[in-house]
């Protein structure tokens, strides 16, 4: 599927969601903001996500949340398609702590344990903070106010410590290949975020990367993967140095 077409097919998928959310939740869904690659111009079919953020005015109900696992699921399905749809609460957003609240989940991807993932129990996540923070710069409402009247500040510092934990993680943990462009471009974003103070593509992250230090490989690779049909392997050791590199950078800055 052409990118253009893939897009436009991303839109249509967000735009069934927000319908369904609306039909489920009712007056209680204060905004649904999209973003993510479909905002940024960077999705590719059958690899991207649609990212839609909920907020509501109270946590949803026990009834809300089976009508809208069950509705998400299916309709992701039957467009075929992979969706990371989040809901949190207008106090959680507007004043995010270091670790907010999710309220509920649902995510279709291939890396998940049959392809879903379901979080019915309100939890804290840390993550939230770089949804928020992308939601806020680059984050688009299909319904409610702009996102930078509903989403607080999120310090740079508190998205560093969390990112930092990442990468440390993935250096201590058995390296997988077929996570390796998750992880290589979530480091390239970190390393932008630290020296730019804000957020990018993943496909212009790993460029911004490769112009700054050329002599990475595993950038290179990620965005080959990425953009191009070619599938070339991503070596541990190319891994770990970008992760060396980019932690370096984030303690420059955390400090």
């Not at 999209?34 to 109900?61: N, T, W």
């Not at 934990?165 to 943990?173: H, N, P, S, T």
């Not at 950038?219 to 770990?240: C, F, G, H, N, Q």
Request: proline share 6%; charged share 25%.
């Amino acid at each position: 599927m052409a990118r253009r077409d893939a897009a436009r097919s991303a839109l249509e998928t967000a735009d069934d969601l927000l319908h369904e959310s609306q039909r489920v939740i009712g007056s209680n869904l204060v905004a649904v903001i999209l973003h993510g690659s479909v905002v940024s111009a960077d999705f590719v079919a059958d690899r991207s996500d649609v990212d839609l953020l909920l907020i509501v005015r109270s946590p949803l109900a026990g009834k809300q949340r089976r009508s809208l696992a069950d509705a998400v699921t299916k309709l992701a399905r039957q467009r075929r398609a992979w969706v990371d749809y989040r809901v949190v609460t207008s106090e959680q957003a507007s004043r995010p702590p270091p670790a907010p609240t999710l309220d509920f989940y649902v995510g279709m991807h291939p890396d998940f344990p049959g392809g879903v993932e379901i979080e019915h129990t309100p939890t804290r996540e840390p993550d939230l903070l770089f949804e928020f923070a992308i939601c806020r710069e680059e984050g688009v409402s299909l319904v409610g106010p702009a996102p930078t009247g509903l989403l607080g500040t999120v310090p740079n510092g508190w998205l560093l410590k969390v990112g930092d934990g990442y990468l440390k993680r993935w250096q201590e943990i058995e390296y997988e290949e077929q996570h390796a462009e998750l992880m290589v471009f979530t480091a390239c974003r970190l390393w932008y975020r630290a020296v730019e103070g804000g957020h990018c593509s993943k496909s212009d992250a790993a460029r911004w990367v490769g112009a700054r230090a050329p002599d990475l490989v595993a950038p290179k690779l990620a965005l080959e993967r990425r953009t191009t049909l070619a599938r070339p392997s991503i070596a541990r050791a190319d891994v770990m140095t970008l992760f060396s590199k980019v932690r370096g950078v984030l303690a420059a800055h955390m400090t």
